[in-house]
Each structure stands twice: as structure tokens, then as C-alpha cells.
């Protein structure tokens, strides 16, 4: 790295270096060579800029890491509930109403599936304005870390997902779990309602998880847009799952959760979601812990090891 103030002679030495500064006052020739230009005096900006990218690179992070959960979730969900839980091998004889209603598969109506591609972007977007924390040492892309991290968010979320459509799907069976808390058996409608809740409300809350790497989900506080847009988008969805009306759409029935008195299904979802949420973070501490305490993929910086001061991760 070099850095120049004046010297026209010195631009071939700044064109060759790994990073050429041109400070202020520098000339036209120095500036047309440099890689980066400072338009105020002095050196200190260098470690601004250095804080700001890191602070860029933790975003990026967050949102990668965010992405891929979520697609796990999205994607290894359908693919399972499709093949193993159709919702005609669940029909009750003489006890689920409608059992003509109940599909052979399994599948949400495509509004359903934008509206939560919709949700999560609207979401996602407001990461770019999230508080971060500049590491202290440099940063380097770890891609099979940021798969783990984000395998383990994603595949909890999707194993909750499917064993909450087992529960609702067989909730007219006797001593299911709806029927020991007192909901009571769902119509298909209400089913598909069920899932498209818990599925907007589980991919929100893992963006909370996602976006503090290592650390626990309360340990930084975040931005008041992204706190702004996820509570935006909880609110739309769960709007969206309560009053939608009884229909078909796509020829899959809907019905709202609310339509219902005393279930509270709505609120029962929540509940789950916010349970699973905890346990979601707690297994991405335990999973980045177990990750920089063996080294995984030489993640740790061998000067100054982030794992050995237990402060950050490189």
C-alpha cells in the first residue's frame, strides 16, 4: 500500500502497488492512478472506511446467511410434505367434515406462496440499515461456515413446520395435541391457513436470528427500520391468516382462523412459532461454539484467534 500527496513522479509506484491512496491535494496524475482517493486531510479516514466495509461485510453476511435458512425452510418443506403427509390419509370416518375437501397432496395456493416471497423481501431489504459490528480483525468469506450456520436455522424451521402439519392434519384423531389443548379439529381450509402462518411468521423471526452471527438474538439491538418492516410483515401475515375469506383458490380450500370462536388457532401458531424461534437461535449459538472451538474449515484467524479471546469471529 502507498500513499501520495503531491508527487506527479509517484503514480507509477501508486498504479503498481496492491493499494494506492491519494491523499488530499494530491495531483491530477497521483489521483488518476491511485485505487482510492481521500478528500480530506490526514490518514485517519483510512480506518473509517475500514470500519464502514467490515460493518458492509457483516450485513452481507446477515443477509446470506438469512437467504439460505430460508430457502432450506421453504424449499425442503414442500418437498417433504408433498410425498410424505397427504391429507387424505388423515381423514377421520364419520368424525372430519368435508373429507371430500382433502387432497390427495399437499400444497399452498400460489397468492400464499407470493405473498411470503413478498413478506420475507420487503423484510430482507431493510438489513442494508441494521446495526453491525466491525470485527476487529480482518474479514474473509467462510462459505461452508455460512451453509452450516444457515442449514441449522433453516432445517429446525422446516422440521417445526412439518411436525405442526402433521398435528393439524390429524387434529380430529383422538388424543391429538389440538384435542388435549382444546382447539379442536381443523377443516382443511383451516389448515392450509395454519401452515401459510407459521411458515410467514417462522421465516421473519429467523431473520432476527440470522442477523447476530454467533451471538443470542437479544445481544444487539436492531435497527428501528428492520424492526419497522418485521413487524409490518408479522402483522400483514397474521392479518392475512385470520380473516381470509372461505374459499377455494387454486382448488385448494382456505378459511381464516378467525372465523372461529374459542379455537384461538391463530394464537396457538404464534406460540409455537415464538418457542421454536428460541430453541432456533440457541441451536445456531451451540452450532457456531462447536465450529471455533474445533476449527472447522480453519475459520479461526491464526494471529489473534477470535475463538482463543472469545470476542469475535473472524
Known amino acids: 500500500m502507498r500513499h501520495d500527496r503531491h508527487g506527479v513522479n509517484d503514480a507509477p509506484a501508486l498504479k503498481r502497488a496492491d493499494v494506492g491512496i491519494a491523499v488530499a491535494g494530491a495531483t491530477d496524475a497521483a489521483r488518476a492512478a491511485a485505487d482510492i482517493i481521500l478528500t480530506q486531510e490526514g490518514l485517519g479516514t483510512i480506518v473509517l472506511g475500514i ?26 418443506f414442500f418437498f417433504i410434505a ?13 368424525i372430519t367434515p368435508n373429507p371430500e375437501q382433502w387432497p390427495s397432496f399437499f400444497s399452498l395456493p400460489v397468492i400464499y406462496l407470493m405473498i411470503i416471497t413478498i413478506i420475507n423481501d420487503g423484510t430482507l431489504i431493510s438489513v442494508g440499515y441494521d446495526h453491525a459490528v466491525p470485527s476487529r480483525y480482518p474479514e474473509r468469506w467462510v ?66 436470528s440470522a442477523r447476530t452471527s454467533h451471538q443470542f438474538f437479544f445481544q444487539r439491538k436492531p435497527h428501528f427500520v428492520l424492526l419497522g418492516c418485521a413487524l409490518g410483515a408479522l402483522s400483514l401475515s397474521t ?24 379455537q384461538k388457532i391463530a394464537l396457538w401458531v404464534w ?44
Not at 452481507?60 to 430457502?71: D, G, Q
Not at 408433498?82 to 364419520?94: E, H, L, N
Not at 379442536?184 to 411468521?201: D, S, W
Request: glycine content about 6%; proline content about 5%.
Open 51 to 76: 470500519e464502514v466495509s467490515r460493518c458492509i461485510f457483516a450485513r452481507m453476511k446477515s443477509f446470506l446467511t438469512y437467504r439460505v435458512a430460508a430457502t432450506l425452510q421453504l424449499l425442503t
Open 82 to 94: 408433498v410425498f410424505a403427509f397427504p391429507p387424505a390419509k388423515y381423514v377421520t370416518p364419520f
Open 143 to 208: 462459505l461452508p461456515v455460512l451453509f452450516m450456520v444457515s442449514a441449522a436455522l433453516g432445517l429446525l424451521a422446516c422440521l417445526s413446520s412439518l411436525l405442526l402439519l402433521y398435528y393439524s392434519l390429524s387434529s380430529w384423531e383422538p388424543g391429538n395435541l389440538f384435542q388435549v389443548l382444546g382447539i379442536g379439529g381443523l377443516t382443511y381450509g383451516q389448515v392450509v391457513n395454519v401452515m401459510f402462518l407459521k411458515v410467514a411468521v417462522s421465516d421473519v423471526l429467523t431473520l432476527f
Open 239 to 262: 392479518l392475512l391468516a385470520l380473516v381470509w375469506p372461505c374459499g377455494t383458490l387454486d382448488n385448494i380450500p382456505v378459511c381464516g382462523l378467525g372465523y372461529e370462536k374459542g
Open 271 to 314: 406460540l409455537y412459532c415464538f418457542i421454536v424461534f428460541i430453541v432456533q437461535d440457541l441451536v445456531k449459538v451451540a452450532t457456531w461454539r462447536i465450529i471455533l472451538r474445533n476449527n472447522l474449515f480453519n475459520v479461526n484467524n491464526e494471529v489473534q484467534s477470535p475463538a482463543k479471546k472469545g470476542k469475535e469471529h473472524p
